[in-house]
């Protein structure tokens, strides 16, 4: 099982729709799939139209096993869902023993059900919640919208993943950075893709861009994912690409689990 974070710390950079595109292509290709929503906009719900009376929020305030905070969304694909209450977690969280890893307590039984990989969606702050999707996570990928303010964004997130790791003694690992809402004509773009390259190639892998399409939007405006709204679409193509990407990588990661000191961020 391979649990993935998805963050970055600017809002708006693709977020919430790779968890649930990439989650989708995933379950799509035979892959169990479990969608956990962190962020109290919880868009991961409302983007595949599912409702469930619990919650992310009670998962971590009430002592009740996860299947019951789990809801099937799609064919191999399960979601724990977030509502408005996660936003007040924070200050409930404060008071707690452990607080930092509430998350991956309650989760230890994810194990026995058997998923190949949990995606987790975060919201765009550093917050106790973003540091229990960490502590949860095996793995951080960073979406990366083509902006100045979002390369800023990715490079918080890293040292202040680092930092907090480097507490539990636990490497930082970033399976790896996706440029999001790409658009070939802007020189914007290729900037910061080159960006991205001169920076973090040699930490990380810089994946294949998500490209700009609408149909994205659409998809999430009509409760489907977008293999559902035009599986023909830029969007389905590279979201399915991703997924395949995502696949090969895991013999690197595989090799990484052997040889954590190459393959840790320790800059
Ligand atoms: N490749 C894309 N092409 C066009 N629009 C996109 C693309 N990816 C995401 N969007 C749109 O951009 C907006 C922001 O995306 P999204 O909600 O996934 O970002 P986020 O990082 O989760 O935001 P937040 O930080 O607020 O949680 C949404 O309206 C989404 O539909
Ligand atoms: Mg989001």
Do not use: W
């Not at 059900?113 to 969606?121: A, E, F, G, N, S």
């Not at 919640?129 to 303010?149: C, E, G, K, T, W």
């Not at 202040?160 to 809402?181: F, H």
């Amino acid at each position: 099982m391979r649990k993935i974070s998805v963050q970055n710390l600017k809002g708006g950079t693709g977020k919430s729709t790779t968890v649930v595109n990439l989650g989708a292509a995933l379950a799509l290709k035979g892959k169990r799939v479990l969608l956990i929503d962190t962020d109290s906009q919880a868009h991961v719900g409302m983007h595949l139209g599912i409702k469930h009376s619990v919650t992310l929020f009670d998962l971590m305030t009430i002592d009740l096993s996860i299947e019951e905070a789990i809801i099937n969304a799609r064919e191999n694909l399960d979601c724990i869902v977030s509502d408005k209450k996660v936003a007040v977690l924070e200050t409930m969280l404060v008071q707690m023993p452990r607080r930092e890893e509430i998350l991956r307590l309650r989760a230890r039984r994810l194990k026995n059900l058997k998923y190949d990989y949990v995606l987790v969606d975060c919201s765009p702050s550093i917050s106790l919640m973003h540091q229990n999707a960490l502590l949860f996570a095996d793995y951080l990928l960073i979406p990366v919208s083509m902006d100045v303010l979002s390369l800023a964004g990715a490079s918080s997130i890293m040292d202040s993943s680092r930092m907090l790791l480097q507490m539990y003694e636990m490497p930082l690992q970033i399976m790896g950075v996706l440029p999001t809402i790409y658009d070939g004509r802007l020189n914007m773009s290729k900037e910061v893709v080159s960006i991205l390259e001169t920076n973090y190639k040699k930490l990380t892998s810089v994946l294949t861009p998500i490209r700009t399409d609408v149909k994205l939007k659409e998809a999430a405006a009509a409760h489907q994912t977008i293999f559902e709204y035009d599986p023909k679409s830029r969007g389905a193509e590279d979201y399915m690409r991703l997924a395949d990407e995502l696949l090969e990588l895991e013999t690197r990661l595989d090799r990484q689990k052997q040889k954590p000191a190459e393959a840790t961020l320790t800059a």
